[in-house]
């Protein structure tokens, strides 16, 4: 079962997270995952190929940003957690979150009511909705950053979209953000040119849903032109050592990036990773 649509990653994505919760030494339990994932994510992992290789990759990332949320929620009182293009994410049902925090999930209609069908009345930890709208529309994106007026401190989450967008596109959300004056913060993982131009070459022909775009040389410099400062960076490769999730490399490959440049050994730090970034005071440039 090819995915068809970019909707149909997210049954894949929960694959990948029942994969990680049912190793005898899980980074995170995801009650709701292989459910959500069903048969079709589960056809979907397998026809891809690389499913535990997926997986690995997968579980990092979300332990990652696991951590940023509960870090940023706790040490800066946010009061309102906005989860763009959400998918099937379960953070609601298993973080443990401030009853008080509002958590919206913006997607489109038919994979919030998927999700809705199949967790039911499940409590969640936190103030929880689920809000229909396509982030890529300007009208819809704006009706969305509507429904959050009224919020002190907002923590936006991007989880596995922004690859999927043009420049343009991302430039467009970044600057619509940032003219809120509550939207105080925004977690994202980036890809970067060369594990861009991997994914197209790699994964593309499998995908055939879906398109790789956004893989900025300097994602630093293009967010802080358009009002987005970044706090931390952390790099998907440093992270699956220190989860114990990482691929084996060959001796030959690190013997080679040890005597590589300064420049190329932090390029290859930021291939991919978690970027955590804080709304600057300055106004956004009109450069994209």
Same mark, same amino acid.
């Not at 870090?71 to 293009?85: F, K, M, P, R, Y």
């Not at 861009?196 to 293009?222: H, I, K, N, T, Y």
């Not at 709304?279 to 994209?288: E, L, P």
């Given at each position: 079962?090819?995915?068809?649509?970019?909707?149909?990653?997210?049954?894949?994505?929960?694959?990948?997270?029942?994969?990680?919760?049912?190793?005898?030494?899980?980074?995170?339990?995801?009650?709701?995952?292989?459910?959500?994932?069903?048969?079709?994510?589960?056809?979907?992992?397998?026809?891809?190929?690389?499913?535990?290789?997926?997986?690995?990759?997968?579980?990092?990332?979300?332990? /990652?940003?696991?951590?940023?949320?509960?870090?940023?929620?706790?040490?800066?009182? /946010?009061?309102?957690?906005?989860?763009?293009?959400? @998918?099937?994410?379960?953070?609601?049902?298993?973080?443990?979150?401030?009853?008080?925090?509002?958590?919206?999930?913006?997607?489109?209609?038919?994979?919030?009511?998927?999700?809705?069908?199949?967790? @039911?009345?499940?409590?969640?930890?936190?103030?929880?909705?689920?809000?229909?709208?396509?982030?890529?529309?300007?009208?819809?994106?704006?009706? /969305?950053?509507?429904?959050?007026?009224?919020?002190?401190?907002?923590?936006?989450?991007?989880?596995?979209?922004?690859?999927?967008?043009?420049?343009?596109?991302?430039s467009a959300l970044a600057r619509?953000?940032?003219?809120?004056?509550?939207?105080?913060?925004?977690?994202?993982?980036?890809?970067?040119?060369?594990?861009?131009?991997?994914?197209?070459?790699?994964?593309?022909?499998?995908?055939?849903?879906?398109?790789?775009?956004?893989?900025?040389?300097?994602?630093?410099?293009?967010?802080?032109?358009? @009002?987005?400062?970044?706090?931390?960076?952390?790099?998907?490769?440093?992270?699956?050592?220190?989860?114990?999730?990482?691929?084996?490399t060959p001796l030959l490959s690190?013997?080679?990036?040890?005597?590589?440049?300064?420049?190329?050994?932090?390029?290859?730090?930021?291939?991919?990773?978690v970027a955590l970034l804080a709304?600057?005071?300055?106004?956004?440039?009109?450069?994209?």
């Open positions: 079962m090819p995915i068809k649509t970019l909707s149909d990653t997210a049954r894949w994505m929960a694959y990948a997270r029942a994969m990680e919760t049912e190793r005898p030494d899980a980074l995170f339990q995801d009650a709701f995952a292989r459910r959500l994932a069903g048969a079709e994510g589960e056809a979907i992992a397998r026809e891809i190929g690389a499913a535990e290789m997926t997986a690995r990759g997968i579980a990092v990332r979300t332990s /990652v940003l696991d951590e940023l949320i509960l870090q940023t929620v706790s040490g800066h009182d /946010v009061d309102l957690i906005l989860n763009i293009a959400a @998918g099937l994410d379960t953070r609601p049902w298993r973080l443990a979150l401030p009853s008080t925090v509002r958590w919206v999930d913006v997607d489109l209609p038919e994979v919030l009511e998927y999700k809705a069908g199949v967790i @039911g009345s499940e409590r969640t930890a936190c103030q929880y909705e689920s809000l229909q709208g396509d982030i890529v529309d300007p009208k819809s994106r704006a009706q /969305v950053l509507a429904h959050c007026a009224g919020a002190r401190r907002v923590l936006v989450i991007t989880e596995g979209l922004l690859v999927y967008l043009t420049p343009a596109q991302v619509d953000l940032h003219g809120q004056s509550s939207f105080m913060w925004w977690l994202t993982d980036l890809t970067g040119p060369r594990a861009l131009e991997m994914l197209r070459r790699v994964w593309g022909p499998r995908l055939r849903g879906a398109e790789f775009r956004f893989g900025p040389a300097d994602s630093v410099d293009f967010f802080s032109r358009l @009002g987005w400062r970044e706090l931390s960076f952390r790099s998907s490769q440093e992270e699956a050592r220190r989860l114990r999730r990482a691929t084996p690190r013997i080679m990036l040890m005597l590589s440049s300064a420049s190329f050994r932090e390029e290859f730090r930021r291939l991919s990773g709304r600057d005071t300055a106004v956004a440039s009109d450069d994209t």
